[in-house]
């Protein structure tokens, strides 16, 4: 009699233990987020750590109801119960689907307004490419450094930058390696209005955020300056000074062949070409306030 009250005791306690696992499967599977990772824990130790340090992981603060695992990965109790990877949504191996569920929160943002139509949307470089949503730095980069990250894939960017003439993108003597400026003072990579990715109306409009005295209103203008700061200089890097796409004076040829002495081909000490060249008589290349600089000459 003792041996059959013990088994009927087991087989309760069975019964009971199993009742309770099924109820904690259903619970976390109807909760989701509620149940803030516990359960995933068990088998992704790691990326549960990383998420919970990241901004994320404090979606409730900012309005997202029921932030979890399962407002990225869907539905989890099949998961859970079967162990199935394909019982899950994964969107890190899929870039549409994730940035999908990126924009279902970052689409109000002024950051991510015009993302849809921009450059690295219609490539396919969907937002898992470059930010890692269980954990990174501040912004959740892929890399560490975001100048890093962005030279992944534009390699000739990255020539640039190391011509003598350039913005101070890398700065050798930082200790971190990073420079005064970053790829995101000029660009805003999740689209823009503007070519290029360029966060401001214009290329100009974004020059003159640093270079406000080539802005001012001056009696006399140069042409190119008010119309485009990269008919001249080249933004990333040049061989040239002042990162000019090419030497003075074979620059200023390229607008200026009248037929008088800015034309031919100057010789090697000709008083137009010798050190300077056109800027030796018109230094005010980018305009002037004096009475007497029609010319740019003063």
């Known amino acids: 009699m003792k041996g059959r009250e013990m088994l009927k005791k087991l087989l309760f306690l069975s019964m009971l233990t199993a009742c309770l696992m099924l109820i904690g499967v259903l619970a976390f599977a109807v909760e989701g987020g509620k149940a803030n990772g516990e359960k995933c824990k068990e088998c992704h130790t790691d990326l549960v750590k990383s998420f919970a340090t990241n901004i994320h992981a404090r979606a409730g603060a900012y309005g997202v109801k029921n932030a979890g695992c399962e407002s990225c990965h869907g539905e989890a109790a099949k998961h859970i119960a079967s162990g199935d990877k394909g019982a899950i949504v994964n969107p890190g191996k899929t870039g549409e689907a994730a940035s999908a569920l990126c924009l279902k929160c970052h689409d109000k943002g002024k950051g991510q307004m015009f993302w849809h139509g921009s450059i690295h949307e219609s490539q396919k470089v969907g937002c898992v490419a470059c930010h890692k949503v269980h954990g990174g730095n501040d912004r959740l980069l892929a890399k560490k450094k975001e100048i890093d990250l962005c030279l992944t894939c534009h390699a000739d960017v990255r020539a640039d930058m190391f011509k003598r003439s350039k913005h101070p993108l890398r700065d050798s003597s ?11 003072s000029c660009h805003n990579a999740h689209g823009a209005k503007s070519e290029k990715l ?3 109306k214009s290329f100009n409009d ?8 080539k802005k001012a209103p001056l009696l006399w203008e140069h042409s190119p300056v008010k119309e485009d700061c990269l008919t001249c200089h080249s933004p990333h890097g040049s061989s040239n000074d002042k990162m000019l796409v090419t030497k003075v004076p074979r620059l200023c040829q390229q607008c200026h062949m009248q037929g008088r002495h800015q034309s031919g081909t100057l010789g090697t ?3 137009y070409a010798f050190n300077r060249g056109c800027l030796n008589c018109h230094p005010m290349i980018h305009g002037s306030n004096h009475p007497s600089g029609a010319v740019l000459q003063r």
């Not at 930082?174 to 995101?184: E, H, L, Q, R």
């Not at 974004?206 to 005295?213: I, P």
């Open 269 to 271: 000490n000709s008083l």
């Open 174 to 184: 930082s200790p971190s390696g990073a420079g005064k400026m970053a790829c995101s």
């Open 198 to 200: 360029i966060n401001a």
């Open 206 to 213: 974004k020059c003159f955020e640093c270079h406000g005295e």
